[in-house]
């Protein structure tokens, strides 16, 4: 999503966790989310055209429970 912004010219503030994350040309404010208060978000957030949300957003790479193609568990007895 940033990605996409950036090179579509937009300015990127981004809200994360790990501000060494983002790319440096991103504006980056630092927040544990559950932690923030309603009103901090809105100050971070203030003044945007637009903002997009990428909570609960996971990779599809390496989720838990998944095996890569062509591997199988094999059972001895």
Known sequence: MVDQALAAG???TAVVRDPGKV???VRAIRA????WTQTALEEAVSGADAVLSGLGARATRGRRGSRPKGRRRSWRR
């Open 10 to 12: 937009h300015e990127v």
């Open 23 to 25: 790319p440096s040309t």
């Open 32 to 35: 544990d989310l559950p932690k």
